[in-house]
């Protein structure tokens, strides 16, 4: 079985960009849950999404937005890029969502914005 | 809010030997989830080992175990036997049982080396 995969791997931006970042879970996977990963702030989530819904959002501003496809695909994007959005983006799809299911994680997307 | 404190920034052990690294949580949930995640270098993230609070008995996989003191709010991981292959970032995750959700809540990690 296929692992989650996530595209593109490495984005290079500017400030003031918006850039978009997909996430395909593994096949049969309904939630899947984004994550930034920083030196400074570490690991924080920043929402879940299961059966096309947002079930919980972390503490980032609204320039940060997601959604989630009737196969569970799920994108996030970022609107106008600030130098601290530079991050490595993780993606983790579960079974369902809830009851501390494991968490499968992708490579990532890193993010580098100039 | 729920946070999770890993104390040891990094550690170093010579192969073959048994490392622990330390962790503890706040919370005022009774019922909840605790993780060991491993991100070797340039590589995705794992599970290693997971402990449902309500579970007594510490959980185990083969070389990696845990000591999970609920009343303490500690949860250690045990590597026994320690391979070139544990080296890796490891970080400390904790979910709410209420939360109805997949927020994992992580430690700022430890970065473990395995010399030879």
């Known amino acids: 079985k296929a692992g989650v995969t996530q595209t593109p791997r490495y984005l290079i931006k500017t400030r003031g960009q918006q850039v978009t970042l997909s996430c395909s879970p593994i096949?049969?996977?309904?939630?899947v849950s984004w994550y930034q990963q920083t030196p400074g702030q570490g690991l924080q989530f920043l929402f879940e999404y299961f059966s096309e819904t947002q079930r919980n959002k972390g503490n980032f501003p609204g320039r940060f937005s997601g959604r989630q496809f009737s196969n569970s695909r799920s994108e996030m994007n970022v609107s106008t890029l600030e130098l601290g959005d530079s991050a490595l983006y993780l993606c983790?799809?579960?079974?369902?969502?809830?009851?501390?299911?494991?968490?499968?994680f992708g490579p990532g997307t890193r993010l580098t914005v100039l | 809010a729920q946070t999770v404190t890993q104390s040891q920034p990094e550690m170093s052990v010579q192969e073959a030997e048994t490392v622990t690294l330390s962790c503890t949580y706040d919370t005022s949930e009774n019922n909840y989830y605790l993780f060991w995640y491993k991100q070797p270098p340039s590589r995705q993230m794992i599970l290693v080992i997971r402990?449902?609070?309500?579970?007594?008995q510490n959980a185990t996989e083969n070389r990696f175990s845990v000591n999970f003191q609920k009343a303490a709010k500690s949860f250690s991981l045990k590597i026994s036997d320690s391979q070139l292959g544990d080296t890796a970032m490891y970080f400390c995750?904790?979910?709410?049982?209420?939360?109805?959700?997949?927020?994992?809540?992580f430690g700022q990690g430890t970065r473990l080396t395995i010399n030879p």
């Open positions: 402990q449902e609070a309500y579970k007594q």
């Open positions: 096949s049969g996977h309904r939630s």
């Open positions: 983790a799809s579960s079974l369902v969502s809830g009851e501390g299911h494991e968490q499968f």
């Open positions: 995750a904790f979910i709410g049982f209420f939360q109805g959700a997949q927020k994992l809540v």
